[in-house]
């Protein structure tokens, strides 16, 4: 099935680091949302975004609906040990009530206190 | 708000029996819910959606007679998995939609086949 694409797959980092990841599509998305999930968790969600070109911040954590809504990014700023989980992007597709996420394949966190 | 519980959290059983998992919104009413099944290291992999009060629809390479999904009220939907075999050890995650228009998500149940 379609799957966003995600990067970077994997970091590795400092605490007090600042981290950025991001999604893009070959699709328009109405909606972009971040989630994060930690081992033997299901997902959180952390910010909705849905307007193109919207800025949302939630603590420590801004996240961007891109322009030509085919891309998003998530911030994290002064990263402390508690961050580290997997970081999902996903966007909604289709219209209608069985509209369905479409995943991008994950960031994985790890912080170094 | 916008709290979603699945039960059981783990469970395992023995090869050819069936197993049920909850999945309830606790303070909204999800108009549909989704089951999802994910891989170690893997994203979320969605099987099927439903909306109360009508029959589940499933993604493509699920077996709907395998994954039978009931969603009888607007904070209640169950997964039963049927005749297990240790291929289908996995997480299983349930999410809700309703007036909160994101998908919240369970704590997910950890099946293991045996």
């Known amino acids: 099935g379609q799957q966003l694409n995600q990067s970077p797959q994997s970091m590795f980092i400092q605490e007090g680091e600042d981290v950025s990841m991001n999604c893009t599509s070959s699709?328009?998305?109405?909606?972009w949302l971040w989630y994060k999930q930690e081992p033997g968790e299901g997902p959180v969600l952390l910010i909705a975004?849905?307007?193109a070109g919207e800025l949302t911040s939630n603590g420590r954590l801004t996240a961007q609906f891109g322009i030509t809504r085919k891309d998003s990014f998530l911030n994290i700023s002064a990263s402390i040990p508690s961050d580290v989980g997997i970081y999902f992007c996903?966007?909604?597709?289709?219209?209608?009530?069985?509209?369905?996420?479409?995943w991008g394949l994950g960031t994985s966190l790890a912080v170094n206190p | 708000g916008a709290v979603v519980s699945q039960h059981p959290s783990r469970v395992i059983c023995k090869s050819g029996t069936s197993v049920k998992i909850e999945c309830r919104s606790l303070?909204?009413?999800?108009?549909?819910m989704f089951w999802y099944r994910q891989f170690p290291k893997q994203s979320l992999m969605l099987m099927a959606t439903?909306?109360?009060?009508?029959?589940?629809?499933?993604e493509q390479g699920v077996e709907k007679d395998k994954f039978l999904i009931n969603h009888a009220s607007l904070t209640l939907s169950t997964l039963t998995v049927t005749s297990a075999h240790p291929e289908d050890s996995s997480f299983y995650i349930c999410s809700a939609r309703g007036a909160p228009r994101e998908q919240y998500f369970g704590p997910g149940t950890r099946l293991t086949v045996t």
């Open positions: 996903a966007g909604l597709a289709n219209a209608g009530n069985n509209r369905k996420l479409i």
């Open positions: 303070d909204f009413q999800a108009t549909t």
């Open positions: 439903s909306n109360e009060g009508s029959k589940a629809t499933y």
């Open positions: 699709s328009i998305f109405n909606t």
């Open positions: 975004l849905y307007k």
